[in-house]
């Protein structure tokens, strides 16, 4: 997964997430969301839209029967390919907005912090793509920054700009729904012990002594998705939207 689907390949590269070169926390905050998709990829024909680094398309093909990942920068497939070797996987490029796929190829399609990315006069004709390829009985996992969560109030906000457009709640359901005719959305939060740690993180606690001693800086070193919860009816705290599509 990668926070970077712009329309170009260097727009796509600039805010690429790439797991040895981010923070634990936010690349925990992003692999959270394959983690809930993985559930449902076991044995299963996935498609990937939009992998960037690659490290989310290899995280389901551990478990999957097969993975297909395509991307619009064919530098990322390059890279993707050399870093994550497996038998089951293949990256590709390709626009996600025309994909080289047979009608019903896939039992899950995942796209990943991509669809902000996609414009919006274009959005419909993306996600009934999607639905092409989709077998029946089939699944779509998306996931998106929470646009409620983002905005502060008495803060302007401006959106990153590399998005065409970010969601709420609301406003993702009822896109997805022209499309798709079920759709569970779900909200993504920090665990009750990560939320105490960024209380003690607030307060200072984080620089007192070396980081190898220090409990709060030795938690965030070891951050991974088990420090997210996933919980449907998303809320204005929700970190991260996430859909599943039927």
């Known amino acids: 997964m990668s926070d970077n689907r712009a329309r170009t390949p260097d727009a796509l590269a600039e805010g690429m997430i ?3 070169r981010t923070d634990p926390a936010f ?3 992003h692999l959270a969301a394959y983690d809930f998709a993985r559930r449902f990829a076991q044995e299963r024909r996935v ?5 960037g680094d690659g490290y989310g ?6 478990v999957a029967r097969e993975v297909k990942a395509v991307d619009v920068s064919p530098a990322n497939v390059q890279r993707a390919a050399a870093k994550y070797p497996r038998p089951n996987l293949q990256f590709r490029a390709t626009d996600g907005l025309s994909l080289p796929f047979p009608d019903g190829s896939f039992d899950l399609v ?3 912090q991509v669809i902000e990315h996609i414009p919006e006069a274009k959005l419909v004709a993306f996600l009934r793509e999607i639905a092409r390829v989709l077998a029946p009985g089939g699944l779509v996992c998306l996931s998106t920054l ?3 969560h983002n905005q502060k109030a008495g803060r302007p906000y401006e959106k990153l700009h590399v998005h065409e457009k970010e969601f709420t709640a609301p406003e ?3 896109l997805l729904k022209q499309v798709f005719p079920a759709v569970d959305l779900y909200g993504l939060y920090p665990s009750l012990a990560h939320r105490l740690a960024q209380r003690l993180k607030k307060w200072g606690l984080m620089r007192w002594g070396p980081a190898s001693l220090n409990p709060i800086a030795r938690f965030y070193a070891a951050m ?19 859909a599943l599509c039927h």
């Open 18 to 20: 790439v797991p040895e």
């Open 27 to 29: 690349f925990a905050q």
């Open 47 to 51: 498609l990937e839209i939009g992998f």
């Open 57 to 62: 398309a290899n995280y389901l093909a551990q």
């Open 110 to 112: 995942g796209a990943f």
């Open 146 to 148: 929470n646009l409620e």
């Open 172 to 174: 993702l359901e009822a």
């Open 224 to 242: 991974s998705p088990s420090r997210y919860r996933v919980r449907p009816r998303p809320d204005a705290t929700a970190i991260d939207l996430l």
